[in-house]
Nanobody
């Protein structure tokens, strides 16, 4: 399994970026795809997930990014996107995509924990600065 993240960069506060994560080697339609981020000196934290649950597919966001970040996926391209708008300095971090390779029956808190993901991509740096 490979997850290839891209799209990071330097952007001014209030600006936008779109991250991409291209996946290969897994059952993409059945896989939960998530983004985490890690700022310097901090632990890796949950950002957003497209969760594939037995009850259906659902999208969840960390509270501080709700209304600013939007997750989407293109099953034909095995790619998930994170559109980030109204970026703030505190969004500066290395962003990682992660995958859970199969559908689960767990409720949404399960998908917020990094230890529940099977595969990780390399990070992509997002820097929000003027």
């Amino acid at each position: 399994v490979q997850l290839q993240a891209s799209g990071g960069g330097l952007v001014e506060p209030g600006g936008s970026l779109m991250l991409s994560c291209a996946a290969s080697g897994l059952a993409f339609r059945e896989s939960a795809m998530a983004w985490f981020r890690q700022a310097p000196g901090k632990e890796r934290e949950f950002v957003a997930v497209f969760a594939t649950q037995w009850s259906g597919d659902n999208t969840f966001y960390e509270e501080s990014v709700k209304g600013r970040f939007t997750l989407s996926r293109d099953n034909a391209k095995n790619t998930v996107y994170l559109q980030m708008n109204s970026l703030k300095r505190e969004d500066t971090a290395v962003y990682y995509c992660a995958a859970k390779g199969f559908r689960t029956g767990f409720s949404y808190p399960y998908y917020f924990k990094r230890e529940n993901y099977d595969y990780w991509g390399q990070g992509t740096q997002v820097t929000v600065s003027s």
